[in-house]
């Protein structure tokens, strides 16, 4: 079974410049996941995708980030324009989803941004 | 709301020693409990998991964790360390929605390194 894809894996960037990333989950995983992991910290979820609804976006920085999920399956996560801060791993998960319980998270390789 | 804490950053052992990583949790309800362990430059990986039932969890690769409700702990233990373990450790405690999917709060990882 094919695992979560990410590209690009690395990227460079300057300041101010737009950036996109790209996930294609498990096939028939309904729950797909955005994280931020900077250096040193534990990935941080910033939004939460259920089939192509928005579930939870309360941590993603909404004046720079975007996220969508057309057609219920890949992703993409953009940022617009690029901080300094946004220097970061970007990891993407996906799950099944099934009534209230608990489905295992299976994550992907990360797209490492690194912002000059 | 939930959280995790790993109160190790970083950790050294000698190859062949026994191993004992902390994480404690806050969370209001039964939990649901994870440890993941993140390679240089891959994802994350799921070591074991504690849902319900046995509080001795045995996971991947000789790994083990035991549940201790009393001191809300999760510590992931293994009896002989071996120099392919050196990685970062992440502790994570989720929580099923009940609109579909899960929540998952990340601790900030422990560092480990091995001696040969």
């Known amino acids: 079974e094919a695992g979560v894809a990410q590209s690009p894996r690395y990227k460079i960037i300057e300041k101010r410049q737009s950036v996109a990333f790209w996930c294609n989950p498990i096939?028939?995983?309904?729950?797909l996941y955005w994280y931020q992991q900077i250096l040193g910290q534990g990935p941080k979820l910033l939004i939460q995708f259920q089939n192509n609804g928005v579930v939870d976006d309360s941590q993603l920085p909404k004046d720079r980030f975007s996220a969508e999920r057309l057609k219920g399956v890949d992703s993409t996560l953009k940022i617009q324009p690029a901080k300094l801060e946004d220097s970061a791993v970007y990891l993407c998960?996906?799950?099944?989803?099934?009534?209230?319980?608990?489905?295992?998270?299976?994550f992907g390789p990360g797209t490492r941004l690194t912002v000059l | 709301a939930q959280s995790v804490t790993q109160p190790d950053i970083h950790i050294t052992v000698s190859e062949g020693a026994s191993l004992e990583l902390r994480c404690n949790y806050s969370y209001g309800a039964t939990p649901y409990l994870f440890w993941y362990v993140q390679s240089p430059g891959q994802g994350l990986q799921l070591l074991l998991k504690y849902f319900s039932g046995d509080t001795l969890v045995q996971g991947i690769k000789g790994f083990e964790a035991e549940f201790k409700r009393s001191q809300s702990s999760f510590n992931l233990r293994k009896p002989s360390v071996h120099w392919s373990d050196a990685a970062e450790y992440f502790c994570a405690v989720g929580a099923g929605l009940t609109g579909g999917g899960n929540k998952l709060t990340f601790g900030t990882g422990t560092q480990l390194k091995v001696e040969l």
């Open positions: 096939s028939g995983h309904a729950t």
């Open positions: 998960a996906s799950s099944l989803v099934g009534g209230g319980n608990y489905n295992e998270q299976f």
